[in-house]
């Protein structure tokens, strides 16, 4: 498939001025892998100077790995990448992801991003439970 001028234009808006990007690739799939590589060069010479980009191994729950974890930190390292490992499914480190991101993400204008950025995963029964105990009164 041959990519026109007018489609990579319209791919490059998608990520032009951002301050942060996620590359995800499926650990059990090398030609992910690949692409992602792919993907992070577009992204740091077309993105934003200074973005920042997470490099996601993802689908670690399955027993097919075939992308190694050493070599995609390795990579990850090479080209000054955050680097996560996680499942979409079971969401084993997906918060971890988002959390460093944004705690790595570029200080614009002089404002600090607020590090204390905290995310607890709560059952439905927690939350009712939690809901329950707050209401009180006439309201």
Known sequence: MVENNFDRKKQITYYRGSKGA????????????????????????????????????????????VVKQKEAKTYAEE???????????????????????AK?????????INTNIALSYSKNSEIKKKREETKGGCC
């Open 22 to 65: 996620l590359v995800v690739y499926d650990v059990t799939n090398y030609d992910s892998f690949e692409k992602a590589k792919n993907w992070v060069e577009e992204i740091k010479n077309e993105g934003s100077l200074n973005a920042k980009i997470a490099l996601v191994g993802n689908k670690i729950d399955l027993p097919n790995r």
């Open 79 to 101: 080209n000054d990448l955050l680097f996560f490992e996680a499942s979409a499914k079971t969401g084993l480190g997906v918060n971890q992801i988002f959390v460093n991101l």
């Open 104 to 112: 790595a993400l570029p200080l614009e204008h002089g404002k600090a």
